[in-house]
Structure formats: C-alpha cells, structure tokens
C-alpha cells in the first residue's frame, strides 16, 4: 500500500456550507455588534462647573437624551405664584410638576426638546432652592 491510500480523503465542503459561511456569519457578528452598542450604558452630558458644584454634575439621560439641557441666563426662567414661567416660550411648569427637579448647583437648567431652543417644550427643569 501507498501512502497516499494510507491519508483520509480530504472532506469537501457542500455549496450550502460555505454560502451559510460567506454570508450568515458576518451577518451575525454584525448583529452582535449592534447588540452591545444599543444595551451599553447611556451616558448623560454634563452641566457646566459652577461655583457651587466646581467638578459639574450630571444630567439625568431621561431629562436630556445628551443634548436636551443647558443652564439658563438670568430672566429665562421666572419663579411666580402659577409656577415656573420659560420667558421666551410663556410656557408653565407647576412648581408640584413631575419635571421640576432639585437643582444640584443652585442654578436653573432647563432641558426642552429641540435642543434647549426658545421653541421647545420643557422635559426638566432644575430649579434652586424656593424663594421665600
């Protein structure tokens, strides 16, 4: 006998193998892929450092899906008998309003959709300590 009688026959791939190789499996990496970016951790933007917090604070994602929020200029936000009035969109936020939050620098912030525009609708608003 020969060697070569003496080899086990090389085992040839079927077409349908090779097509679920070629094609299912990057297929699948990529949904994989896909998979851990969506269930990896939101991450929320960041205030600004105030005299109050000096290293910043954190948004909460549900208030501002990474864009939403920014502090607000003196005048924006009017603290009245009704609630909290958003000066260039006349809207009201009942001071008992869900969306009012504890402001954590002493500042009020204000996170509306459209990217904190004067056309937005509040989602949050932070808010410093009442006035007395």
Request: glycine share 6%; with cysteine; hydrophobic share 40%.
């Amino acid at each position: 006998m020969s060697a070569a009688t003496l080899r086990p026959a090389r085992a040839v791939q079927p077409a349908g193998r090779l097509l679920f190789s070629l094609f299912v499996t990057p297929i699948f990496a990529i949904a994989m892929l896909a998979m851990a970016v969506l269930t990896a951790p939101a991450f929320a933007h960041d205030a600004k450092p105030t005299a109050a917090k000096p290293q910043g604070w954190s948004y909460p994602f549900a208030c501002c899906a990474n864009y939403d929020c920014r502090t607000t200029h003196t005048g924006e936000v009017l603290e009245k008998p009704e609630g909290y009035v958003i000066a260039g969109t006349g809207e009201v936020v009942p001071m008992s309003d869900k969306r009012v939050k504890d402001s954590p620098d002493g500042d009020f912030h204000w996170c509306a959709h459209q990217a904190g525009l004067d056309a937005g609708k509040t989602i949050c608003l932070f808010v410093p300590p009442r006035s007395y």
